[in-house]
Structures are given as structure tokens and as C-alpha cells.
């Protein structure tokens, strides 16, 4: 019983805001941020990141600002619940939380010739004043020490692990959390621990975790075959009441517990558009129903909508049946709306052909594929930069030449290439793509790997630079002060 108490104190918060979520994280529409320079601050004469979004039904996804004018920026998308908007002012990492159909206004403006302040006129106000606090428990996050358990107990079944391992969360959250007042801010941050741990270490790398969990305590090696084989009983405590409160709907990493939930294979839970709504459902009440007694609740339609949204990104497109379906299972209809603008965006991204995108061009068996992309772009200075989705430090890059290429926009004899595989989330590919610019190949992992290994790259981000005679000039892993040093290769390329 004190497992389960430490486990459910990852939540807690929620409960006491549960009123006052309830009015507005259920809605959709479009969220709107405007970024104002004040007096008359131009935002040329500053760095300005691309900007990131999520929300319960998204993964973090580039957008962009459109520029008003010299000092104004202004970003809308379309979006479900309280969505995570960040980026990066002159190296300040400026976080917020949005909501649809709200107005939210950032002003900017000199203190002196090196220093700014920054304002926000919004619902989350709190959020966007702990934005260094944000950044600071992300890191925190990422390089919390693995706990040292003293008793080397060789695990009797997998509800052990699991108990152990929620423990273990729990104590983290404890840990970076216990500064923090209740409230919102500190039930918001607790979910961005949970979503971000409780997958990796349950079920999306169930025997890994467990395997990591040996060599932790030391144990002989041998007993890394023991992994205890999961049963029904494995998702009790893990799955709980709260996840029917609207406090789970806050972004940072739900999406992708949802989706890990859907594909770990000890549920079975079947794809939506081959059962439908109501079958897909029905699987739900058999392997939660203990949890939940009423069938309609907020955990079984965001597994349904994030079913159908993961679908869509993978490239699906709804049928005018399933969205009869969708529009009769649904009762928040500001849900089957962004399910709706989901499929929409696809279609009319399937209708437009970009010559500057290449999904798997290469035959699987081609691993010369930097010599082929070479190739195609003779006579000009090619910058390659190896990368993926889901490499933080590629993000980050990705703001630091964005000034470089401005530089370069107006040549044509220099062209900017992004070259990732199938380890990149599809969707997330697509998103990058339209944002970037340049030119931007998918290719198969061993083309990848093969071409890593081919110019020594133990790690991305990784760049190659080609001058017009397609003759390798430079080759660097993220080297300090990116957009200097790149500038440099490429006059340097110019100039052979």
C-alpha cells in the first residue's frame, strides 16, 4: 500500500485544479502568440529559435513565426487543449502553455545594449516566468542519477519491477519537484516527469529496463535471462483513475504514452481503422474497466483519438465512413474537430508534390548515397546535415544556421541538405521539411549507418561539406559556435 500511495502522489495536484481545468482544456481552435519588440526593437538584429509545439495529441513539432513587420511576430496553429509553445530569444529558453481561441502577447524590449526583458500577457503566466525553471528540471531530468537500490533482490515477478520502478518515479518526481508550490506549475511539471519516464521504463522497453535494472544492482550477469514475464495484472497501478482527470491533457509527452500504451504487444489492443470506434472501445473496457467503472470517459477517448491521429501521421487517410463513425462515437465534438483538421492537413499534403523532399529515393541496397546526392547538385557547395527527429541536439542546430542559410538565400550555387532515416518519425520528417527549407532525403537505416561509418561520424548532429567539383572540404561533428564555423566552410568551399 505505501508503493501505490508514492506512486499515486505523482498526481496529486491534479485534484485540486480538477474544477478549474474542466472549463478549458477541451476545446480546440486555433492559439495565437504574438511577439512584440518594444520601442521599436527589431527582431533581425536578433536570434530568434524556431519555435516548438505539443499537446495531448501531438508530438513536439516545428512551426514558425510569420513576420508582421520589423518588430512584430506573430504564430497561430491549430490546436486540442492546452498546448506547450517554446523557443529560444538570444539563447533565453522562453516557455508557455497556450490555449485555443485565446490572445497571448510576448513584449520585448532593451534594458541596455546587452540585456533584455521579456513580458507575457496570457492565461499561464506562472509558466512562462518559470521558463529557466522548466529548462533547468528538463536537464535535471535527463541526467537524474539511476537509484542505487542496496538489496540485491533477484525480481520475483514483473508486478515487482513495476512497483519498484513507479517507486523510483515517484522519488524523482519528489526530488525535483519539492521546491515548487502546489499548484498548477508543479501538477504540470509532475505530468512531464511521468509521461516522460513511466513509458521508457514500463512498457516501451520492458526487457531492456529490466536488464538495466540488473546491472544497476551489480547481479551476476546470468541473471539477466530471468526477466519475468508480464501478465493482465501488470497495467494495475500503472493506468489509474487520474488519467480520466483533465490534468492529464497537459502536453509534454502524453501523445507518446498513449501511443506506447496502443503498441505494447501485451495488450493487443487492435489498430482503429480495421475495428472501428466501438471494437476498439470494447478492447479498452476489457483491459481497464477494473480502473474505470464509467465507459465514457476522458482516458478511453484520448486513446481512441490518438489512435486515429497516429494513423493519420503515419500517412492514413479517414474514410467518409470513419468519419461518420468518429462524428457518432465522440461526444466532445472539439475533439472529433481536431481529429477532422488532422486528416484534412493530410489530404492536402498528399495534393502537393514538393520536388524538394525525397521519401527513400535510394534502392535499399545503394549505400554510396553521399555520392549520389552529391552528384545531383553539381556545381554547387553542398552542406549535408545528418540528422533526426528525435536528436535534441539536431533541433537546437537547426535555430543556429537558420542564419547562415538567410545569408545564403539569394545564391543559387549553394544548397542546404538534410539527410535523415527511418529512425525519424515520419510526421515529424514532414513537419521539419516544410519549416527548414532545402533540400531534405529519408533514407533507410543501413544507408544511414553506412554513411556515417564512411566519414568517421560517431554522433549527429554531423556535417560534410562539398565545394562545385564535389571535392569534400570539411567534416565536423557540432562543432562550437555553429553558424561562425559553417559560415566559414562554406566561403572557405566558395573560394576552391
Not at 497501478?237 to 491533457?249: F, P, R
Not at 527527429?389 to 550555387?413: H, L, N
Request: hydrophobic share 40%; with cysteine; aromatic share 14%.
Amino acid at each position: 500500500m505505501v508503493k501505490i500511495i508514492a506512486y499515486l502522489t505523482l498526481f496529486y495536484c491534479s485534484l485540486q485544479l480538477n474544477v478549474y481545468a474542466q472549463s478549458h482544456f477541451l476545446s480546440s481552435g486555433y492559439l495565437s502568440l504574438t511577439v512584440k519588440g518594444k520601442p521599436s526593437l527589431l527582431f533581425d538584429n536578433m536570434e530568434v529559435g524556431m519555435p516548438m509545439m505539443s499537446n495531448s495529441l501531438l508530438r513536439d513539432k516545428p512551426v514558425a513565426f510569420t513576420k508582421l513587420n520589423d518588430s512584430t511576430l506573430y504564430l497561430s496553429e491549430y490546436t486540442y487543449g492546452p498546448t506547450s509553445v517554446y523557443f529560444r530569444l538570444n539563447g533565453r529558453y522562453i516557455a508557455t502553455m497556450l490555449l485555443p481561441n485565446e490572445t497571448n502577447v510576448i513584449t520585448v524590449s532593451m534594458i541596455d545594449s546587452a540585456d533584455y526583458d521579456v513580458q507575457f500577457e496570457g492565461r499561464y503566466k506562472e509558466i512562462f516566468d518559470n521558463s529557466a525553471l522548466q529548462e533547468e528540471l528538463i536537464m535535471n531530468l535527463f541526467s537524474y542519477p539511476t537509484s542505487k537500490d542496496g538489496r540485491k533482490e533477484v525480481l520475483k515477478s514483473a508486478d515487482d519491477f513495476k512497483w519498484k520502478q513507479l517507486e523510483s518515479v515517484a522519488e524523482m518526481t519528489y526530488s525535483l519537484t519539492q521546491d515548487i508550490p502546489d499548484g498548477l506549475l508543479k501538477s504540470y511539471y509532475t505530468h512531464m516527469i511521468n509521461t516522460f519516464k513511466v513509458p521508457s521504463l514500463l512498457f516501451k522497453n520492458y526487457a531492456s529496463s529490466v536488464l538495466a535494472y540488473y546491472k544497476n544492482l551489480n547481479l551476476d550477469p546470468q541473471i539477466a535471462t530471468a526477466i519475468p514475464e508480464r501478465t493482465s495484472t501488470y497495467y494495475d497501478g500503472i493506468i489509474t483513475l487520474n488519467y480520466a482527470d483533465t490534468l492529464t491533457l497537459l502536453p509534454s509527452g502524453y501523445f507518446d504514452l498513449l501511443i506506447a500504451i496502443q503498441q505494447d504487444s501485451l495488450l493487443q489492443i487492435p489498430s482503429i481503422t480495421s475495428v472501428g470506434p466501438a471494437g476498439f472501445k470494447t478492447r479498452l473496457i476489457d483491459l481497464f474497466g477494473k480502473t474505470f467503472e464509467q465507459e465514457d470517459n476522458l482516458f478511453y477517448d484520448m486513446m481512441m483519438a490518438s489512435a486515429y491521429v497516429q494513423q493519420i501521421n503515419e500517412g492514413y487517410i479517414l474514410t467518409p465512413q470513419e468519419l461518420y463513425q468518429i462524428d457518432s462515437s465522440f461526444k466532445n465534438k472539439e475533439l472529433r474537430n481536431y481529429i477532422y483538421h488532422q486528416n484534412e492537413l493530410k489530404k492536402c499534403s498528399n495534393r502537393v508534390g514538393d520536388e524538394q523532399v525525397f521519401f527513400l529515393p535510394f534502392d535499399k541496397k545503394n549505400e554510396t548515397i553521399v555520392a549520389s546526392i552529391v552528384d545531383k547538385y553539381k556545381d554547387k557547395v553542398i552542406i549535408i546535415d545528418f540528422w533526426a527527429t528525435w536528436c535534441g541536439p539536431c533541433i537546437q542546430a537547426f535555430s543556429e544556421m537558420d542564419q547562415v542559410k538567410k545569408k545564403y538565400a539569394a545564391r543559387e550555387d549553394v544548397v542546404f541538405v538534410y539527410l535523415t532515416d527511418e529512425s525519424s518519425n515520419r510526421n515529424g520528417f514532414q513537419e521539419y521539411s516544410k519549416i527548414l527549407g532545402g533540400e531534405h532525403f529519408y533514407v533507410y537505416k543501413n544507408q544511414f549507418a553506412t554513411a556515417l561509418e564512411q566519414f568517421g561520424f560517431e554522433y549527429i548532429p554531423s556535417y560534410l561539406v562539398f565545394d562545385k567539383r564535389g571535392h569534400l572540404t570539411q567534416k565536423s561533428t557540432y562543432p562550437n559556435d555553429l553558424a561562425a564555423t559553417a559560415t566559414m566552410w562554406i566561403e572557405r568551399a566558395l573560394n576552391k
